[in-house]
C-alpha cells in the first residue's frame, strides 16, 4: 500500500501531454518550428483542466539566421515551473 500513491503519480504524469506537463508540474517542453519559418510569440492558455500551447510563426526573410527562444514560467512561490524551448530551422 505504500506504493500506491507513486504508482498513482506516475500514471497521472504519463498520462498528461508535455503540455500539461510543463505547465502543471513544472516540466519543460520542445517545439520545433516549421523549416523556414520564424518565430514570433507564443502563449499557453488553461482552461477547465486542459492546457493549449498556441504560437504564431511567419515565413523567413532572406537576410535571418535560426534561433532558439525559451518562454519560460515564474510562478510566485519558484517552484513547478516550466519551460518551452522553441528552435527554429533554416
Not at 505504500?2 to 504508482?7: G, S, Y
Not at 517552484?79 to 528552435?87: A, D, S
Request: net charge positive; hydrophobic share 35%.
Amino acid at each position: 500500500m505504500k506504493f500506491l500513491p507513486v504508482i498513482i503519480a506516475s500514471t497521472l504524469l504519463v498520462a498528461c501531454t508535455p503540455n500539461q506537463r510543463a505547465k502543471a508540474f513544472g516540466g519543460s517542453m520542445n517545439v520545433d518550428i516549421p523549416q523556414g519559418n520564424k518565430f514570433v510569440a507564443a502563449t499557453l492558455k488553461t482552461q477547465g483542466g486542459s492546457s493549449s500551447l498556441w504560437y504564431t510563426y511567419r515565413p523567413v526573410r532572406a537576410d535571418e539566421t535560426p534561433e532558439t527562444w525559451t518562454m519560460r514560467e515564474q510562478s510566485d512561490f519558484g517552484i513547478l515551473e516550466g519551460t518551452v524551448t522553441f528552435t527554429e530551422h533554416k
